[in-house]
């Protein structure tokens, strides 16, 4: 009985690196896909969204952060622009520290 103990190298290597090649353009192939789907998806939801209902909650936004006005007139609750309650709110704690320290010495 005759015993086969060569290994056929050549068609191993040969089908390893077609293995290869195929794991390759299979994982490219993926991933370009991947990204044109993620590149449309970007389009629909953000480029072509309308702006229009962004664009006035903004304004509006905008206006309340800017302008004085009544929140409620029975309580004397007022709205004061942003730029300038931080200037109020500076000064309230700046005075506040400058007690503490007189107090403290």
Known sequence: MQRYNDLNVTAIAVATFVGAVLTFAAILGIQVLYYAVANRQHEQKVVAA????????????????TRYGWINREKNQVAVPIERAMELVVRELSSENGKEQSDGS
Do not use: C, G, R, Y
């Open 50 to 65: 309308p702006t229009f209902e962004s664009d006035s909650v903004i304004a509006e936004q905008e206006v309340k952060l």
